[in-house]
Every structure is written in C-alpha cells, then in structure tokens.
Antibody
Framework: QVQLVQSGSELKKPGASVRVSCKAS????????MNWVRQAPGQGLEWMGN???????SYAQGFRGRFVFSVDSSVNTAYLQINSLKAEDKAVYYC????????????WGQGTLVSVSS | QSALTQPASVSGSPGQSIAISCTGT?????????VSWYQHHPGTAPKLIIF???NRPSGISDRFSGSKSGNTASLTITGLQPEDEGDYYC??????????FGGGTKLTVL
C-alpha cells in the first residue's frame, strides 16, 4: 500500500534552515509528482507547489525564494528545505503524492511540525 | 491565486444531510472538472474523499458525493454520522497550472 512517512518535529531558531523528509513506499516513486502543503496554526491548507518526475520544482506564489523542493530517487525520498526561517513559518508541512490520471493529489504523509522560536 | 470560498462552518444532526459549497472562478472550479475534496480530522493526515468533481476513491462511503454547477462545486454528505465531524477542504486545478484549496469548512455533528 502507498505510504508516505515524514521526518519528525523540528524546533529551529529564526534565520536557521530546516529540511523535512518524506519517504515513499508502495509505488514507483519516479512516476509521480510530489506536492507540499502547509497548514499554519489555526489556518487552512495551502498548496506550496510540487516537484515533477524529472526533479523540476514548481512553487506557488508566496513560496518562491526560501523554499526548496528536491528528491533523491535512490532512496525514494522527497525533501522540503526552508531557509532563513521566520516565526511565521511555524506550521505543519505535509507531502502529498500527485495523481497521474488528473491534476490533483491523493496520498498524504502524516505531517511534520516545524516550530521557529528564539 | 486566491483561495476558493467555503463556508466557515456547517452543522447537522445524525442521520441528516448537509452540503458544503466551494466557489471559485472560471479560471479554476468553473474551467475544469478537477475538483477534489478532503476530510481532515485534526492531528491526522487529510483523506481524499472525492476527485474529479464526483468520483469516490475505493473505500469511501457512498454517503459522500460531489457535484458542480458553474463556478461552484459542492460536497454532500448524507446520513450524517458522528465520525463525519471534522474539517473539509476543496481543491481545484487552475489555469496557471497550479492547485488551490478552499479555506476549509468545519463540520459539526450535533
């Protein structure tokens, strides 16, 4: 069965960087896009963008510059790196598999809480 | 791309039916039959319950159904059950080759 297992919670200082990992299993990793979704405290879900099967990232408005998507196909893992962390980056970040049959998303990781505090 | 518009909350009693609307524009909801719905119980991963406007993934109860008219999509839940309580989000493909969520709707089962 499809599973996306994300790395654990992180507590970082402002200005630092963080990398969230998302290990996929149960399907052919290289055949599907991977999306990233953010949920800030008390807020709704926000699509951050995705990375395609060739490793090319596409970022939604508001996530260009400090956010970096990457993949390592040798270990079936997608990564989200956030640089120059700000307090407002505190959120739960989800990886979500893209669908091939239509533009959308199906299977979700369990989420990773990133906290930013001095 | 602005978030799609959903009611902040809806409620219903067990056994009743409710509908949640998701309003966008001709650039997203109205332009494509690529609307999905997700159920989210806080603390867990969201779950896909409707895709391509009105299709259910395997294992999703037929109490959940979707539809679309113009720029507004809707999720209907019939025979409300206590476990249906949670947050619901719509998602649409857009003409800028991006995806956009609705603001989310909190469903309370009274």
């Amino acid at each position: 069965q499809v599973q996306l297992v994300q790395s654990g919670s992180e507590l970082k200082k402002p200005g630092a960087s963080v990398r969230v990992s998302c290990k996929a299993s149960g399907y052919t990793f290289t055949r599907y896009f991977m999306n990233w979704v953010r949920q800030a405290p008390g807020q709704g879900l926000e699509w951050m963008g995705n990375i395609d099967t060739n490793g090319n990232p596409s970022y939604a408005q508001g996530f260009r510059g400090r956010f970096v998507f990457s993949v390592d196909s040798s270990v079936n893992t997608a990564y989200l790196q956030i640089n120059s962390l700000k307090a407002e980056d505190k959120a739960v970040y989800y990886c979500v598999r893209g669908t091939n049959e239509y533009p959308g998303m199906d299977y979700w990781g369990q989420g990773t809480l990133v906290s930013v505090s001095s | 791309q602005s978030a799609l518009t959903q009611p902040a909350s809806v409620s219903g009693s067990p056994g009743q039916s409710i509908a949640i609307s998701c309003t966008g524009t001709s650039s997203d909801v109205g332009g494509y039959d690529y609307v999905s719905w997700y159920q989210h119980h806080p603390g867990t991963a969201p779950k896909l319950i409707i895709f391509e406007v009105n299709n259910r993934p395997s294992g999703i109860s037929d109490r959940f159904s979707g539809s679309k008219s113009g720029n507004t999509a809707s999720l209907t839940i019939t025979g409300l059950q206590p476990e249906d309580e949670g947050d619901y989000y719509c998602l649409s493909y857009t003409n800028t080759i991006t995806l956009v969520f609705g603001g989310g709707t909190k469903l309370t089962v009274l």
